[in-house]
């Protein structure tokens, strides 16, 4: 550590020597043209996996349609944390050293904490630089030195990374039923609420919308416990989701018990949901 600090601070005075002289006799460096990690077209991935030390890998596939995670749940990917990820083939690499030319143990690159693969090119992610915070990214046979906003999301559980739309991508709802009541569509944009409540046709048409577009505000792992109640959403294709209600008060949260996972709702959305309140008898 102290022999990486002393190279660092070295370098450090060297370039500001440099500045210095080039002040003091008025001549302007020309600025590097900025370079990036790799000249990868993310376009072209179509398979990631994050791999971490003593934790299971997760793994994301694309096969002409949705980013979906693979391992260690099945279901849909959230779209923006994979864009994080596809984002580091355009990283600007601010420094390059060649792998030859320096210790991979100094900067935990010898046996990396955190590996990224996209399709076949592996990204090793090793210690920070200690005067500019930097991340060593090991590509190939160049250490990199990049922008340190990526590897905190690397170290996160797998569910930061599943989309937060309760519903599938582009599912259409034909049915929700409640306990003691049932919203059915009869036509395209035609919807009728069997409930026994005065409901206005543009209320029951604003729940329609709330359940088609509902969004959690996390997404976190089952933890097994007693259900309310349940809600079952039967999709235009003839596929039921079933969702077990575990909390209604004062945040409602919606199991789904066959994907290992509950969806938190935020109260904003949650209210748009239960004409009349929730039903928990």
């Known amino acids: 550590m102290q022999s990486r600090l002393f190279i660092n601070l070295l370098l450090l005075i060297i370039i500001l020597g440099v500045t210095l002289f080039l002040f003091l006799t008025g001549q302007t460096p020309e600025d590097p043209a900025p370079q990036s990690i790799s000249q990868i077209d ?10 971490r030390q003593a934790r299971e890998p997760i793994r994301f596939s694309r096969r002409a349609g949705p980013w979906q995670m693979i391992s260690p ?13 596809l984002k580091l083939l355009a990283a600007q690499s601010a420094a390059q050293l060649p ?22 090119e592996v990204f090793a992610f090793g210690d920070t630089n200690p005067l500019d915070k930097k991340r060593y990214v090991l590509y190939r046979d160049t250490v990199h030195l990049v922008h340190d906003n990526l590897y905190p999301q690397l170290t996160a559980g797998p569910t930061f990374f599943i989309s937060t739309r309760v519903l599938p991508e582009q599912a259409e709802i034909a049915m929700v039923q409640y306990p003691h009541m049932r919203l059915v569509q009869q036509q395209a944009g035609d919807w009728r609420l069997d409930s026994g409540l005065d409901i206005k046709q543009d209320e029951v048409l604003a729940l329609s919308r709330a359940w088609q577009e509902l969004t959690a505000s996390t997404v976190q792992a089952y933890q097994s416990q007693p259900a309310l109640y349940e809600i079952a959403v039967q999709l235009q294709t003839g596929d039921s989701l079933h969702f077990q209600v575990v909390s209604d008060l004062p945040e ?14 935020p109260p904003y959305s949650s209210e748009k949901l ?6 928990t008898e």
């Open 42 to 51: 993310p376009q072209g991935i179509n398979e990631i996996v994050i791999q």
């Open 274 to 279: 239960f004409p009349g309140g929730p039903d």
């Open 99 to 120: 792998l030859a030319e320096v210790e991979p143990g100094r900067l935990l690159l010898a046996d990396p904490e955190i590996t990224l693969r996209l399709n076949d």
């Open 252 to 265: 409602l949260i919606l199991a789904r018990t066959d994907l290992g996972l509950q969806y938190h709702i």
């Open 73 to 85: 749940y099945r279901v849909a990917a959230n779209p923006q944390r994979i864009d994080a990820l």
